[in-house]
């Protein structure tokens, strides 16, 4: 049996049964639902450091960040106090801030691609404005993402996605019009050929490539060596733009995203969770003769009530400076592959098929015997398998994502002693699954 006998949830299941009535599946985002995995989803009550606590008093070692912002740990006292000093001088100004240049510099400073940048309220609106703006300034419709990714819940790109809509297994969102995901073409993760039969079969008419250049949303999977280089030529040679959705990647992977990690500059970049360090924040960018198509510089409008919002800015603001020390990645390093190597060596001496890894603060593992290199691999992992697992962790004080689906982050607050017990429990639980 996974279970044990001291896992106390009776206040999380009370509120989690009341929420169901109130929200749609009792939460305001699906994959919090548990659904996958089965078993009721945890109630949260506070979060600090690595750590977070549920409303029965167990506490986790928290490997799910708030699903990436939390890179220097909840709470952070700095980004706190920057908080409550920002707090007193008001939460929302509709006009401009100069905290929104001192991010912006940040944000140019270290990302390759950006000249500029426009902050939005969240990845999902940073996406959907930068596909308004690719096809703006390429005058064609079309576009290419890959099976497995996630750009947010826009209608165009929710065709084949990933996240949620993998872990449910939604085929393609009802309520999404035929005319508009028309012109989303698909392709695999990780194959250039389907790509450049892509754009032979659609001459002058492709507007660009977006992709997670590291994915997390269909379980964490590498980029195969080239494949970035190659779809920089092929959107090069066709006249069409390449656009890094690094969300997720953004200040994650390394300080300046995936882009400055493997050396590839794509033309625009999405950026969210990290940039806004807990507050809701999305921004895209990208070369300065593009991002001059945007309102009010120029014709492609785009705009936002809260966008720059001072709280938001303030929190991205502290999150990055506290980034920017020296050895922040290191450690981040030192201390994720300690967990990715420890989970993989552990599952495999149990008799387990998994493959697995990690870059800087993401991971993941997926219970499969053979090397993933796209969404339909991903698949092919023992889903029932990864539901044990992740119960029996959750049982011991371990938050994983509840999705094969999804990778797992760590944080500047994770420590090698954290590290050690999560690998006590995974052994434990990898033992009688
Ligand atoms: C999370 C994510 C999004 C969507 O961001 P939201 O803030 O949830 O709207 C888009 N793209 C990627 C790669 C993501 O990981």
């Not at 008419?205 to 997670?212: D, F, H, M, Q, T």
Request: glycine content about 12%; aromatic content about 8%.
């Amino acid at each position: 049996m996974v279970t044990t006998t001291s896992f106390n949830t009776t206040k999380s299941e009370e509120i989690f049964t009341a929420a169901q009535k109130l929200m749609p599946g009792g939460v305001s985002s699906p994959v919090r639902a548990f659904k996958s995995v089965g078993g009721q989803p945890i109630v949260f009550d506070r979060v600090e450091g690595a750590y977070a606590w549920d409303v029965d008093g167990n506490k986790y070692i928290d490997y799910v960040g708030t699903w990436g912002p939390a890179i220097c740990g909840h709470a952070h006292p700095e980004v706190i106090k920057a908080l409550q000093a920002a707090l007193v001088k008001g939460t929302s100004f509709g006009a401009p801030c100069v905290l929104e240049n001192v991010l912006a510099e940040m944000v140019i400073e270290a990302v390759p691609s950006i000249d500029m940048v426009r902050f939005v309220n969240s990845g999902t609106e940073a996406c959907m404005s930068i596909l308004r703006l690719m096809r703006a300034f390429t005058g064609r419709e079309n576009i290419i993402k890959f099976e497995g990714c996630y750009h947010g819940h826009a209608d165009m790109f929710l065709v084949k996605a990933g996240s949620g809509v993998a872990t449910l297994g939604l085929p393609d969102s009802p309520g999404v019009p035929k005319s508009t995901t028309k012109s989303t073409l698909n392709a695999p993760y990780n194959d250039l050929e389907a790509v450049k039969a892509l754009f032979a079969a659609n001459p002058d008419s492709i507007a660009g490539v977006i992709l997670e250049p590291v994915v997390g949303n269909s379980g964490f999977i590498t980029p195969d060596a080239g494949f970035l280089e190659g779809l920089r030529e092929i959107t090069k040679e066709n006249g069409a733009l390449l656009v890094f959705d690094e969300v997720m990647t953004g200040f994650r992977i390394s300080y300046g995203g995936a882009q400055a990690k493997f050396g590839v500059t794509p033309d625009l970049t999405t950026l969210g969770k990290v940039i806004g360090g807990g507050l809701p924040v999305g921004a895209y960018g990208g070369r300065a003769d593009i991002m001059s198509m945007v309102a009010p510089a120029g014709p492609m409008y785009q705009a936002g009530t809260l966008s720059g919002n001072p709280l938001a800015m303030t929190a991205g603001i502290k999150t990055l400076e506290l980034l920017k020390k020296p050895g922040t990645y290191e450690q981040l390093d030192r201390v994720t592959k300690k967990l990715a190597d420890g989970l993989r060596n552990i599952a495999q001496e149990a008799g387990h098929d998994v493959v697995g890894g990690q870059i800087s603060a993401m991971f993941g593992m997926f219970f499969a015997n053979s090397p993933v290199h796209n969404y339909d691999d991903a698949k092919k992992s023992d889903l029932q398998k990864f539901s044990r697992f992740h119960r029996g962790m959750l049982e011991r004080g371990i938050y994983l994502a509840p999705s094969q689906f999804e990778a797992g982050f760590t944080s500047l607050a994770h420590t090698e002693e954290d590290i050690e017990q999560t690998l006590v429990a995974a052994k434990e639980v990898l033992s009688i699954i």
